[in-house]
């Protein structure tokens, strides 16, 4: 292609988005990626043994499917071969002592079952979720929209004007709860308290942080209303249906272009110099899916405005994220009726078993118990391994990025904190024991199991930095307007026609693709 209208630097769901997005307006897009394949966080591969397929990282894409990227392109994915797998089972909790919850995609039966547990539980759950859908349009706007905009000031001057400034001043107040004080406050029950302790993890919180609470309610909201889908196949298809549409649109996209720099002319970014030492040109901007410190440390360098080479150096990343995988011979075994169905099942002792293993891994230690999400892709999409075989997808959210000690005092640490290969295996068995627990003969059934580090994960994505999946840490000072930066104004940056998106700016994390998707419809 001639010079292009847009170059966007790395090929997550935001890259993508945004790709996608402006082919269709009729611009002309280059994406490069520096991996040899497009994908930033979700890849799929046979890792374990022949036929088994796993999505190495992401895997659910509850936040794609209901967001406005997939409302403005999911007919013309679908075109290309994208299609979902879903469940009414999205999610549940089992505890050591076997006590289970499973959350459906039915509000009645999730109101009547909690009730069942502990009375009042279920009614207090409904009032959750149903406060969540009444006060939708204020939560999304604010979560996914540009903060810095006329549409995002009238929706609070409306809502001041509609519920008073009061109102809405203590409505905001409310959503900065943690999520510690909404569960003990609101359920009498450890084991409905410990179904939604785990998932602030998911949003790179702790449960001790402001907003978990409220982020807490929303992910229930949107578990509840439309699942935890997964690829069918295994994400590489959904990447495969992003690529044909967006070279249907006009686009190109280059693997194994690692971009060294951004060329500036003027005060304005006007294209990229490749590590092959190829410029590349760009007619508009240029758009990087790229954390702070890769743009302002790698790319800009010493070119880089000042403020925001300091802004990055003060910029906080979160704890790293552990995977394994299993192949096994059989479907698990758990010690608990129902749970066999269920996509994404957390193994904790309860909240202040989050809450300990958190707070563990923040101060640089192994946790002794660790909060384990297991996926189980075959129970959604039977494609994904042999038959009557079955693959598990665990997750690992508290680990640390430089490891200072194991809490439990058995693990060698090793002298430079870094993760070693014996000790990822010998956390892996950590895991591997407490899942055993709960699946009767697991260690029979396993036919092979793959283990990341967060150094692994690290080595596969740069931007994955320490391990963490979510560019960045999420508590409330780095979200909203405040992310990546204090001065931060929507995905501007201090350098004309230079942009950036990606996880480590708002929305923030997940496979949403809001920043590409309102970075698309600004330009």
């Not at 591969?45 to 967001?67: K, N, Q, Y």
């Not at 807490?216 to 549409?245: D, T, Y």
């Not at 740069?462 to 909203?480: A, K």
């Amino acid at each position: 292609m001639n010079a292009p209208d847009h170059i966007i630097v790395g090929s997550g769901i935001n890259a993508l988005v945004c790709a996608a997005m402006l082919g269709g307006k009729g611009a002309k897009v280059l994406v490069l990626e520096r991996n040899d394949r497009i994908g930033g966080c979700m890849r799929t591969e046979e890792i374990t043994a022949p036929g088994f397929i796993h999505d190495v990282m992401a895997t659910t894409f509850v936040l794609f499917i209901t967001s406005p990227a997939y409302a403005a392109l999911g007919k013309d994915l679908a075109r290309h071969g994208l299609e979902f797998c879903n469940t009414g089972t999205p999610t549940g909790v089992l505890r050591p002592d076997g006590s289970h919850a499973i959350l459906r995609t039915d509000r009645p039966a999730n109101v009547a079952g909690m009730n069942t547990m502990t009375a009042g539980d279920g009614d207090r759950h409904g009032s959750d979720v149903g406060e969540i859908e009444r006060n939708a349009g204020l939560l999304f706007g604010l979560l996914g929209g540009s903060l810095w905009s006329y549409p995002t000031a009238k929706l609070l001057a409306g809502e001041a004007w509609r519920r008073g400034p009061r109102e809405l001043a203590a409505f905001l107040g409310a959503a900065l709860v943690p999520a510690r004080g909404w569960l003990e406050s609101t359920y009498q029950s450890e084991t409905t308290r410990a179904l939604w302790a785990p998932w602030v993890l998911h949003a790179g919180l702790g449960p001790e942080d402001a907003f978990s609470g409220q982020i807490a309610r929303v992910i229930a909201f949107a578990l509840e209303a439309a699942g935890a889908p997964i690829v069918k196949g295994g994400a590489k298809n959904l990447l495969s249906a992003f690529e044909a549409l967006i070279k249907e649109r006009g686009g190109v996209i280059r693997t194994e272009g690692d971009v060294a720099s951004i060329v500036q002319s003027g005060g304005r970014a006007t294209g990229v110099r490749l590590a092959s030492g190829e410029t590349v040109t760009a007619k508009k901007s240029v758009i990087c899916s790229v954390t702070p410190t890769q743009l302002y440390e790698r790319l800009l360098g010493d070119a880089a405005p000042k403020a925001d080479v300091e802004a990055t150096q003060k910029y906080r990343y979160g704890k790293g994220n552990f995977q394994i995988h299993y192949a096994l011979d059989k479907p698990p075994a758990w010690r608990g009726d129902g749970l066999d169905k269920v996509a994404l099942l957390h193994l904790t002792p309860g909240l202040d078993g989050v809450s300990k293993a958190c707070n563990e891994a923040t101060r640089g230690m192994l946790p002794e118990v660790p909060t384990i999400c297991v996926g189980q892709p075959h129970a959604l999409d039977p494609s994904r391994c042999p038959d009557g075989k079955a693959i598990l997808w665990l997750q690992l959210p508290e680990a640390p990025r430089h490891i200072k000690g194991d809490a439990a005092g058995k693990l060698p640490t090793p002298a430079d904190g870094r993760w070693t290969e014996a000790l990822r295996e010998a956390y892996a068995d950590r895991a591997e024991a407490i899942l055993a627990s709960h699946i009767a003969g697991l260690k029979d059934s396993v036919i092979a199991r793959r283990a990341y580090s967060p150094a692994d994960l690290e080595a596969m994505n740069i931007n994955l930095v320490g391990g963490d999946p979510y560019g960045g840490s999420s508590t409330i000072d780095q979200s909203f307007l405040w992310r990546p930066f204090k001065t931060s104004r929507n995905h501007a940056t201090g350098i004309k026609g230079l942009y950036h998106i990606g996880a480590s700016t708002h929305p923030g994390a997940g496979l949403g693709g809001g920043s590409g998707f309102l970075l698309a419809g600004r330009l």
